[in-house]
Structures are given as structure tokens and as C-alpha cells.
T-cell receptor, first 109, second 112 residues
Framework: KNEVEQSPQNLTAQEGEFITINCSYS?????LHWLQQHPGGGIVSLFM???GKKKHGRLIATINIQEKHSSLHITASHPRDSAVYICADASGGSYIPTFGRGTSLIVHP | GAGVSQSPSNKVTEKGKDVELRCDPI?????LYWYRQSLGQGLEFLIYFQGNSAPDKSGLPSDRFSAERTGGSVSTLTIQRTQQEDSAVYLC??????????FGPGTRLTVL
């Protein structure tokens, strides 16, 4: 059974700080997703990756296949980045994801 | 263009009643997923449709739950004889094959 662990569970930062959220999974992936869920519940897919690194604006996602580990980085954090960030891993040839419990990020001005 | 839509946005029902939740995926998307998010819990996979293939129902928590996808487009999730533990936000997502998933706003179900 695939297990997806995220850390930290909660994270507080000051505006402008560099933020890293970590995700570890136990089974080889088909694709790893990073999702953002804002207060109010809407979910947005940030990245889907199976190798290497992807960048979109101030967000960077990396993955290390050998270590079964992914990180989401936020550069120059802003209060509007405050949200829950969820890692999800679809493994073993399936595209059905197993979700982490999420990391709650609060960025103070 | 239009994103994924879900209806109703909120549903309050009495224990034992049946409910139907609707999802309209993005036009042309071949895959449709249903998820559930209970209060304070993570996202939980329920069912997956991909094109004309048989759906993957491995996440459905009991036989009270069923889902259909008509014409490869609109999907309905039905919960029969609702229980209080069914209270959650039910989320639908669609994608083109196995590409990025686009989520709907969810239906908040409250079973009294």
C-alpha cells in the first residue's frame, strides 16, 4: 500500500521568506502532484511531475526518484500563499492518487 | 472556458435519505474522479472514470455509494441511506487522459 507523508504539518512564515514543504512516498510513482487548497476549499493543481524539476512563477517543485521524495519551494513568500499544500502520489502504473495529509501554511505580512 | 462545475454546492439531508451529487467536467476531458474530504481529514479517492473503460470503484467506502458517467461527460454520485459519517465535502475533478486534474468547487454534504 502506498503511503504519502508530508512535513511539516503546519508552517508559519514571514512575508518574503523561502519556504520548503516536503513529501515522501513509499511506492514507485506514475506521477506526483502538488495541490493548493485555499480557505473556502477550492483546490488548484500546481504541478504534476514524474522526474526532475518544474517551475511556475515563485513556485518550484522537485522530485528525487531514488529517494522517493519531492519538495515544493516557494520563493519570496506572500500572504496570498497562505493555504494548505497537498502532495499526492499516483503509483504503480495507476493514476489514482494517494494523498498526504497536507501542510497548512500561513504567511504573515 | 468553463471549469468543472458541481451541484448542489450545499446539501443538507436527513439520515436514511438518498442523495445525488452532480459533476459537469471540462468538455473533452476523458477522465473524471470523485473524492471526499471529511472535516479535518485528507482527500480520499472514491471512483475514477476513464473514457469508455470500466470505472475503478476501489475507493467507494460501501455499497451505499455508486456513481455513473453518462455519455462520457456528466457524472452523478449517489449515496443511498445516508449516514452521519457520510458528511463531507465531495469533490470532482477531470483531466485529459492522465494529465493535470482540474477540480470542481465541491458539494458540502451534511447528514443530520
Amino acid at each position: 500500500k502506498n503511503e504519502v507523508e508530508q512535513s511539516p504539518q503546519n508552517l508559519t512564515a514571514q512575508e518574503g521568506e523561502f519556504i520548503t514543504i516536503n513529501c515522501s512516498y513509499s511506492v514507485g510513482i506514475s506521477a506526483l502532484h502538488w495541490l493548493q487548497q485555499h480557505p473556502g476549499g477550492g483546490i488548484v493543481s500546481l504541478f504534476m511531475l514524474s522526474s526532475g524539476k518544474k517551475k511556475h512563477g515563485r513556485l518550484i517543485a522537485t522530485i528525487n526518484i531514488q529517494e522517493k521524495h519531492s519538495s515544493l519551494h516557494i520563493t519570496a513568500s506572500h500572504p496570498r500563499d497562505s493555504a494548505v499544500y497537498i502532495c499526492a502520489d499516483a503509483s504503480g502504473g495507476s493514476y489514482i492518487p494517494t494523498f498526504g495529509r497536507g501542510t497548512s501554511l500561513i504567511v504573515h505580512p | 472556458g468553463a471549469g468543472v462545475s458541481q451541484s448542489p454546492s450545499n446539501k443538507v439531508t436527513e439520515k436514511g435519505k438518498d442523495v445525488e451529487l452532480r459533476c459537469d467536467p471540462i468538455s473533452g476531458h476523458t477522465a473524471l474522479y470523485w473524492y471526499r474530504q471529511s472535516l479535518g481529514q485528507g482527500l480520499e479517492f472514491l471512483i475514477y472514470f476513464q473514457g469508455n473503460s470500466a470505472p475503478d470503484k476501489s475507493g467507494l467506502p460501501s455499497d451505499r455509494f455508486s456513481a455513473e458517467r453518462t455519455g462520457g461527460s456528466v457524472s452523478t454520485l449517489t449515496i443511498q441511506r445516508t449516514q452521519q459519517e457520510d458528511s463531507a465535502v465531495y469533490l470532482c475533478a477531470s483531466s485529459l487522459y492522465t494529465d493535470t486534474q482540474y477540480f470542481g468547487p465541491g458539494t458540502r454534504l451534511t447528514v443530520l
